[in-house]
């Protein structure tokens, strides 16, 4: 499974964005999915993340109130809007498909990743 992250671009802080992740074909099972960031320098972290179902979801706290995590019911399809962007949102967004159904913070329960999409904020 192959997974295409797109919608980054350059921003001012303050504004918007809508990040868009799609498969190239079903995974098979029930999976959740989940965006992670990479800042330069940095780490990955997680941002957040959904079930299968869409009934569930997780946000980091540096992202919370800010930012909606959404798929296409029964669909590989993962979106993530944010709102009032700062410059600390610089990073590559990447895209992953979990293991299991449930919503996980955890990296390591992920299978499948994108190749990422640039997010850069100006002050």
């Known amino acids: 499974v192959q997974l295409q992250a797109s919608g980054g671009g350059l921003v001012q802080a303050g504004g918007s964005l809508r990040l868009s992740c799609a498969a190239s074909?079903?995974?098979?099972?029930?999976?959740?999915m989940g965006w992670f960031r990479q800042a330069p320098g940095k780490e990955r972290e997680f941002v957040a993340a959904?079930?299968?179902?869409?009934?569930?979801?997780i946000y980091a706290d540096s992202v919370k109130g800010r930012s909606t995590i959404s798929r296409e019911r029964g669909a590989s399809t993962l979106f993530l809007s944010m709102e009032n962007l700062k410059p600390e949102d610089t990073a590559i967004y990447y895209c992953?498909?979990?293991?299991?159904?449930?919503?996980?913070?955890?990296?390591?329960?992920?299978?499948?990743w994108g190749q990422g999409t640039l997010v850069t904020v100006s002050s």
């Open positions: 992953a498909v979990a293991r299991s159904s449930a919503a996980t913070t955890n990296a390591g329960y992920y299978r499948y």
């Open positions: 959904i079930s299968w179902s869409g009934g569930d979801t």
């Open positions: 074909r079903r995974t098979g099972s029930n999976n959740a």
